[in-house]
Structure formats: C-alpha cells, structure tokens
C-alpha cells in the first residue's frame, strides 16, 4: 500500500509536470501575483465559510450533542483535521472519516459507533449534493458553444459513472445491506464470532435509517448546505478570475467547478487530484476564456489555499496528539501515587 500511494503520487506529479510544461510560466506567475494578499485573504475568507457550512450539516446528523457554538466549533476542528487527511491520501476521501471518529472519542467522548455513522452520513449528503451541482453544470455545459463537444461527451460518461456510484452507496446504507449480509453470514459456523460485529453493524445501519427516513427535516436541511457548499466553490472561481481582471459570467464559473470537481472525483486515487486538477483548469478555461494559462492560474491559487488548509489541519492532529500524550501522563502520575 505504501508503494503504491507513491506511485499515485509520482503519477500526480508527472500530470502537473506536463500542464506547466505547456504553460507560459512567466504569464502565469505574473497572473498568480497579480491576484495580490488581500485576494488571497478574500478566497480563504470564502473557504472558511464553505467549510462551516458543511460543518453545520455534519452536525444535523448527530443525536448526542446540541446544535451549539461551542460544539460546532470542536466539530470544525475535528473536520479540519479529517479532511487534510482525506486530501493527502489516495482513499476516495475517506481516509480522514476514521480519525474524525477517532477525534470525537477520545477528546469529546462520543461513540465511535454514532460518530462513524454520521461521518458516513455526512459523506453521503455531500456526494448527494455533489449530483445536482453537477447535473446543473452539465446542462449548462450542453449549452455552451465554447466548450469542445469531446469535453461534453467525457464529461456525461463521467457523470453517468459517478451517479451509479451514489446512488448504490446511499441505497446500501438505507437498505441496511451491510447488517442483512452480516446476518446471513453470522447464520454459519462462525455464528459466535460475528455476533458481536454483527449488533455493532445493524446499530450503525439503525442510525443511517432513522436519518434518512425518520428525520427528512434534517436530511433536507443538510442537503440544502452542501449544495450552498458547493456554490460557494462557483463563487471562488468567479472571485478569481475577476481578481485576475479576466471576469467570467456565473455560468461559466459553474462549468469551470463542475468540471473539476468532476475529475477531482474521478481522480480520487491521486493525492489531492495533483495535476488532474491543474489539468482540467487548463483545458476549460482554455476553452472558455482562449487563454489556458489564465486555468492554471486559479488552479494554483486554489491549490495555495489547499496547502494552507491542509497544514493547519495536519497542525491540529499534532496538537490532538499532544493533548493525548499530556493525558496519558497525568493518568500515569495518579495512578503512581
């Protein structure tokens, strides 16, 4: 597994190689300066809200704490942190949710078994999501008479892909699938051993059906935040590019975000989608604009964002794990005495 993360990454690498090697490099430096501090605060500024929205979606799926300040701010930490993991491993954005749960058990004292449920719950509503903003993008793509007819084909095969994916990962949890293989297996020879593993399944299983069937206040709620989430993703873009006095229309900045995160989606398997990324940049607002330096341009401001995002989060985990390490030393003292 090591290796091949390495290999996914070295594969990141040669992809951003070759988009910067077709790239006037003094252009886009001089676009990428251009954008200036205060424009860099502005789009971090953007970002912070966008994750707070979804962190406030997150937190519907809960039972065991309250929708307050206080609790919400631990859940943004907590995301901060899964999320830069999600981003430097090559796991579908999934790497991340284990430590979230982890986070919330050791430090807040939730369950791990309502924490992984609402991790999941929170990733399903986000992909949800992630279908009507794509959907809305691709009928604005349809129309556009900018965008190649190859980039519209590849875009739908790639849609039709990703909704087939969702919708069989929002049924197997509202079709308890996993609890109803786990009682078939457990009605075998190793009945005993599964049993356990089996009551903690259904009860996860429990709580993704009482969400989605049970409080449809809440999942609409959710539902409605990460697509708001994702429109802020359209709002950066537009930001941007009228940053780098090159201004969009709003359509076009969706078709610009619908088409990366598509590809983002598709490259999961290479860290933080490095070079698929920068490639679509380039490739679409080539197309849109006439000028694919512009493309990388706001992929690397992007990109800069990331990194500052990532490395706080990663910050965080070593400040989680300091707050362990003082824990367990104070435990040890008591018990010493």
Same mark, same amino acid.
Do not use: C
């Given at each position: 597994m090591k290796y091949l993360k390495l290999l996914f990454l070295l594969l990141g690498l040669v992809l951003l190689g070759v988009v910067l090697d077709e790239t006037d490099l003094a252009e886009l430096w001089a676009r990428v300066v251009e954008i200036g501090w205060f424009g860099m605060v502005l789009v971090m500024v953007l970002f912070f809200i966008a994750f707070g929205v979804d962190v406030v979606a997150?937190?519907?799926a809960f039972d065991s704490i309250p929708m307050a300040p206080r609790?919400?701010?631990?859940?943004?930490?907590?995301?901060?942190?899964?999320?830069?993991?999600?981003?430097?491993t090559p796991t579908a954005s999934m790497g991340g949710e284990p430590i979230k749960a982890m986070l919330l058990k050791s430090h807040y004292d939730i369950g791990y078994r309502e924490s992984m449920a609402t991790v999941v #719950?929170?990733?399903?509503?986000?992909?949800?999501? @992630?279908?009507?903003?794509?959907?809305? /993008?691709?009928? %604005?793509?349809l129309q556009s008479d900018k965008v190649p007819d190859s980039y519209k084909t590849v875009a739908g095969?790639?849609?039709?892909?990703?909704?087939?994916? #969702?919708?069989?990962?929002?049924?197997?949890?509202? @079709?308890?699938?996993?609890?109803?293989? /786990?009682?078939? %297996?457990?009605?075998?020879?190793?009945?005993?051993?599964?049993?356990?593993?089996?009551?903690?399944?259904?009860?996860?299983?429990?709580?993704?059906?009482?969400?989605?069937?049970?409080?449809?206040?809440?999942?609409?709620s959710a539902l409605v935040l990460v697509i708001i989430n994702w429109l802020l993703g359209v709002v950066e873009v537009y930001l941007v590019m009228y940053l780098f006095?090159?201004?969009?229309?709003l359509a076009e900045a969706w078709i610009i975000e619908s088409m990366a995160q598509l590809v983002r989606a598709g490259a999961f398997f290479i860290p933080a989608a490095i070079g698929a990324q920068e490639g679509t940049f380039m490739l679409v607002c080539g197309?849109?604009?006439g000028n694919p330096t512009l493309g990388i341009a706001?992929?690397?401001?992007?990109?800069?964002?990331?990194?500052?995002?990532?490395?706080?989060?990663?910050?965080l985990w070593w400040s989680y794990s300091l707050r362990n390490q003082s824990t367990a030393s104070v435990s040890a003292s008591s018990t010493e005495r």
């Open positions: 997150w937190a519907l609790w919400l701010w631990r859940l943004f930490l907590v995301r901060m942190v899964g999320e830069a993991f999600n981003n430097v #719950i929170a990733k399903t509503t986000i992909l949800i999501g @992630l279908l009507f903003f794509l959907g809305i /993008g691709f009928v %604005l793509l095969a790639g849609l039709i892909g990703l909704t087939i994916i #969702i919708v069989n990962f929002f049924l197997w949890q509202r @079709l308890r699938l996993t609890s109803r293989a /786990g009682s078939r %297996l457990s009605a075998g020879r190793f009945s005993t051993r599964l049993q356990k593993w089996l009551e903690i399944i259904t009860e996860i299983d429990d709580q993704f059906v009482g969400f989605y069937k049970h409080k449809p206040a809440r999942f609409g006095g090159h201004p969009v229309s197309a849109i604009t706001v992929a690397l401001v992007r990109r800069a964002r990331e990194i500052l995002w990532i490395a706080a989060g990663l910050g």
